[in-house]
């Protein structure tokens, strides 16, 4: 199969309710599947949304602030958990097209959040991608994912995978996923700004894989609609109160090319974002560069990674 139809929904999320995110998440991969896309990425966090206030809101990282508990709080109940069956309807539209779909959530294991993208496959269980490195202020809700969630997909067509945000500039996370073969990449950003672009058309040029760069839409009137949804918090609407401006999270979702070339670029709006793949692309490309193979020095370079499970606690008997 040398044609792959692609899409990026590029969409506003509905923060902190999860069942309705889940129901318009699937809506619109039914819509991109419909318009014969067999792979649909959306951005970072789709599903509970991008926690906005920790950049925006003034305030939101003091210690013990009434807004940000009364936030992380709301997000544990809310956030999906392993085997979640709220997600059974997405992973029903995958068995039945068998389509690949790539969605951002906020998951809770045990008592702490992590930031996963999950793929949604036919036939199969969910593949997970934990975010390694919570990037500055998200440290304050997410922990750290580790190398047992370091994976690809083999579809029939070919291999993906994910990466979330600034994973893009971790040279070793990129030469573990290079090694594994992608055909395409989702890379997911809450906006795909001027240097989120450039970092997603270098992993193109660099793993010699197309790349979907998938961006959310989220304005600041979202935050208190998905706040009502959930059954409101005077501490949680005092701090998106403080928050400044309309639009905070511009879309700007692209398409990119194993040469790096930008092949489709969604504005700052909600849309969807489709193409058609060559993938013979792939190849041809790897004639100039393979930065897993012939351009690169195992003798003088050598990566391990470690794909153990780091629970933290370890019961035997």
């Keep these: ?44 966090t789709f599903l509970g949304g991008y926690p906005l206030w920790l950049d925006e809101a003034p305030g939101a990282a003091l210690w013990d602030h009434p807004g940000t508990k009364a936030l992380h709080a709301i997000m544990l109940e809310q956030a999906i958990v392993p085997n979640d069956e709220r997600l059974l309807p997405l992973q029903e539209l995958a068995d039945e097209t068998g389509a690949c779909i790539s969605i951002g959530a906020h998951e809770r294991v045990r008592q ?15 593949l997970p991608h934990r975010k390694l490195v919570p990037t500055h202020g998200e440290r304050l809700i997410w922990m750290r994912g580790d ?20 994973e893009h500039w971790m040279p070793l ?15 997911a950003w809450p906006t795909v700004r001027e240097t989120y672009a450039i970092a997603s058309r270098q992993y193109a040029m660099e793993g010699r894989c ?7 839409v989220q304005h600041r009137d979202d935050l208190f609609d998905g706040l009502e949804r959930v059954g409101g918090s005077t501490d949680a609407l005092e701090l998106f109160n403080a928050i400044e401006g309309e639009q905070l999270n511009r879309g700007g979702s692209m398409i990119i090319a194993p040469d790096a070339r930008v092949l489709a670029q969604a504005g700052e709006g909600e849309e969807m974002l489709l193409a058609e793949l060559d993938l013979s692309e ?11 193979g012939h351009y690169s020095r195992p003798d003088v370079f050598e990566l391990n990674v470690d794909t153990r499970s780091k629970d933290g606690v370890n019961w035997r008997q």
């Excluded at 997909?153 to 990466?163: D, I, R």
């Design 210 to 216: 197309f790349v979907l760069a998938a961006g959310l």
């Design 1 to 44: 199969m040398n044609k792959l139809n692609v899409a990026i929904c590029q969409a506003a999320p509905i923060p902190l309710d999860f069942a309705g995110g889940i129901e318009r998440a699937t809506r619109l991969a039914k819509e991109a599947i419909d318009n014969g896309a067999q792979m649909v990425a959306f951005g970072e």
């Design 112 to 126: 702490s959040l992590f930031n996963n993208q999950l793929m949604f496959r036919p036939g199969e269980d969910p």
């Design 173 to 187: 996370a990129r030469a573990a996923m290079h090694n594994l073969g992608e055909s395409v990449h989702v890379a």
């Design 282 to 292: 792939i190849g041809q490309g790897l004639a100039s560069l393979d930065t897993d």
């Design 147 to 166: 190398g047992s969630t370091l994976g690809v997909y083999q579809a029939e067509w070919g291999t993906v995978g994910n990466l979330i945000c600034w």
